[in-house]
């Protein structure tokens, strides 16, 4: 007989029943989706090249793993669970130990450099790899980071190998361009990353009828990779960084497996991601993972300070380990796509340095205090917190290194900076030209006008001059004469059906222009 007392049904404290059994069906609907897609990736291998059924095999399976996490994972992080990461977290790029110049060479022997080049131009207007896209001098990304390989491999008379991870949209390309590299100093190597399939919104399968798949294989003997953006031009090889990982054991500490470059966030980075401390594990939080309620404060300069520059150190070793044993459980990223053809659908990510928590002594310095100092502590990511006792393991998650070493060109206001004298070049190697008073960069917004490269490139007749610049927001019909210079904080502004022509030679200091400005010849 029933408790008269007691509900028949036990209820939450907004009063509501909880149907346990709608939670069941929806486990079981997965579980169903789930052996769904696995028989239709049978049906897709099924599709593939005997020549490469086992690496397909593996794409696959890899594609089946992501694809579990993405059923069973929550689309977004709990606020409540972010913990502020611990004191020592960041290690400050100018911490880092010196190193003996005579080494640089045995040093680099153990790198290789590793550059993400799966990206279109489209976004800018342009065609085939982003990698081609002038930045300086009629100079690609490609030719500029050739050039700072070289120049590295002469210097030090080495030979640090190149390896371009291409996506599927740019291999071909990018192999026809390596051929003019022939007589360039520099072992280049490229392989075509994993080919996985993008989703069905609707039927969460798989939306492709048949696979194929590049070569992975690039066999070299090396220990660390520095990995990062090929649009990324302050992602040179850092000899400080790269002595810090190869040395840590000589001075006593244990070698990190993984480092990520993060830098101070600014107005212009508040979508970047941040490392935070979540379930007592370190994580990197991208802005998709944020709920929509906590996005402004995801966007905060003054609670998360610093963001991720994709620039990472990885010891292969580790690496090879993670992947063998099938440890690198990344937060998956859900990106929702609407095709040309009227489709939507779900392309699976993960973001690289979202590894970090795989690691063994991640981004980290680690100091040990005396052994007769050590007793009992609780371990959360690696550090070992003491409560009456003295031992402890403490751990550096990132290097914050300088803002230099984060140019990225994600939009043609980036490639204006890049293009004026506000930078110069010197073997490929970008640099704040000295003649600047201060060292930070000037916040640029370009209307859409701007925004492909082509009509981007024809609205200047010369690149202004930049170098006192503060802020500059450009918006309509504008267009600028040569030798112009911009100074201090410059808005111009030309409204619907109005056209502003900036006169060569023009000096705008402290400036709102706007209304309709055109000088035409007599």
């Not at 520059?309 to 063998?324: D, I, S």
């Not at 550090?383 to 140019?407: Q, T």
């Not at 911009?486 to 022509?501: C, M, P, Q, S, Y």
Request: aromatic residues 8%.
């Amino acid at each position: 007989m029933a408790n008269p007392h007691r509900p028949l049904h036990p209820r939450s404290s907004n009063g509501l029943v909880p149907d346990a059994r709608s939670e069941e069906w929806k486990s079981s609907t997965k579980r169903e989706t789930l052996g769904v897609l696995e028989h239709e990736l049978q049906r897709l291998l099924a599709t593939s090249h005997e020549a490469k059924l086992d690496l397909n095999r593996k794409e696959l399976s890899g594609f089946r793993n992501l694809f579990s996490r993405f059923l069973r994972a929550k689309t977004f992080v709990d606020w409540s669970k972010i913990q502020p990461l611990p004191e020592h977290a960041i290690q400050p790029y100018g911490t880092l130990p010196g190193y003996d110049k005579a080494a640089i060479a045995t040093m680099l022997s153990k790198l290789v450099v590793v550059k993400l080049n799966g990206g279109l131009g489209t976004s800018m207007g342009c065609k085939g790899p982003k990698s081609v896209i002038s930045v300086r001098n009629d100079l690609t990304f490609l030719d500029l980071t050739m050039q700072q390989i070289q120049t590295l491999n002469k210097t030090y008379d080495v030979d640090v190998p190149l390896v371009l991870m291409n996506s599927f949209n740019t291999d071909d390309d990018t192999q026809k361009l390596l051929k003019k590299y022939a007589n360039v100093k520099v072992d280049v190597h490229s392989f075509c990353q994993s080919r996985y399939p993008r989703i069905n919104k609707e039927t969460l399968m798989p939306i492709v009828s048949d696979i194929e798949s590049g070569d992975h294989e690039a066999a070299m003997p090396r220990l660390y990779c520095f990995l990062s953006n090929i649009d990324n031009m302050g992602a040179t090889v850092d000899l400080s960084i790269l002595n810090f990982v190869l040395n840590a054991s000589a001075a006593g500490d244990a070698a990190p497996e993984f480092v990520m470059e993060v830098t101070d966030k600014t107005r212009a980075d508040v979508k970047g991601g941040t490392l935070i401390q979540y379930e007592n594990r370190l994580m990197l939080l991208e802005i998709a993972q944020v709920p929509k309620d906590y996005v402004d404060e995801f966007k905060s300069v003054s609670k998360f300070r610093i963001f991720n520059t994709n620039n990472l150190w990885v010891h292969l070793g580790a690496m090879k380990r993670n992947v063998e044993q099938q440890t690198l459980e990344m937060e998956v990223i859900v990106n929702p796509k609407h095709l040309d053809r009227g489709l939507d659908v779900i392309q699976l990510e993960t973001a690289a340095g979202a590894a970090i928590k795989n690691f063994k002594g991640a981004c980290g310095e680690y100091t040990v205090a005396p052994q007769k100092e050590r007793g009992s502590g609780t371990v959360f990511f690696g550090r070992i917190f003491e409560w009456d006792a003295h031992w402890w393991l403490e751990v550096s998650k990132g290097i914050n290194v300088p803002r230099s070493r984060f140019l990225p060109v994600k939009k043609t206001s980036d490639l204006l900076l890049l293009m004026s004298n506000l930078y110069d070049i010197d073997n490929g190697s970008l640099t704040l030209s000295g003649l600047r008073s201060f060292p930070t960069t000037p916040l640029v917004k370009l209307g859409s006008s701007f925004d492909k490269v082509k009509d981007f490139l024809g609205r200047f007749q010369g690149i202004p001059d930049l170098l006192e610049l503060d802020h500059l927001t450009v918006s309509g019909d504008v267009t600028f004469g040569k030798d112009v210079s911009l100074k201090g904080t410059v808005i111009i502004i030309a409204n619907h059906g109005e056209r502003i022509d900036i006169p060569p030679g023009s000096i705008l200091e402290n400036k709102i222009v706007s209304g309709n400005l055109r000088i035409l010849d007599h």
